[in-house]
């Protein structure tokens, strides 16, 4: 029998900031944004509950420019990727760990595109699809961004 893991997240949320675009010093682009789940429920007395959880959002290459131009704060989007753990020294010099979503693919939730009278979607110029696969693998992870 082999042995097989699996690593895949799939979220859907709200970005809580507008993503923000670096290039690594070899010119790699990658963006990072901060993403809300809310979850809300009734406890046994009836009285809505919420519960907001906050994830990292990583994604490199072309994929990071798509979504440096479309996702703004606000954003609904979905986010299909993979857990990372990230460790880094602070700047009071203790070790300290991240756990980021690597993004490899999104799809943009709350723009539809409109329809035109033949029943097909219409663009303006330059605009971009809602959902982007990038198909392609991050760099190396211990590369500082």
């Known amino acids: 029998m082999s042995s097989r893991s699996l690593n895949k997240v799939m979220l859907i949320g709200n970005v809580g900031q507008d993503p923000e675009l670096r290039y690594t010093p070899e010119g790699v682009p990658v963006v990072s944004f901060r993403m809300a789940m809310t979850e809300t429920w009734r406890d046994r007395d009836g009285n809505l509950r919420e519960h907001t959880e906050w994830h990292t959002i990583v994604a490199w290459r072309e994929l990071a420019e798509v ?3 479309i996702v703004r704060r606000g954003s609904r989007v979905y986010i299909e990727g993979r857990l990372r753990t990230r460790e880094f020294e602070g700047r009071d ?3 300290r760990r991240v756990v ?4 490899d693919t999104m799809l943009l ?3 539809r595109p409109r329809a035109n009278d033949t029943g097909e979607s ?3 110029p330059g605009e971009l ?3 982007y696969d990038s198909g392609l693998q991050p760099p190396d992870p211990e590369v500082p961004f």
């Open 100 to 103: 980021e979503i690597h993004a």
């Open 67 to 69: 979504m440096q131009r």
């Open 129 to 131: 699809p809602e959902s």
């Open 109 to 111: 939730l709350d723009q």
């Open 93 to 95: 010099g203790t070790r």
């Open 122 to 124: 219409e663009r303006t």
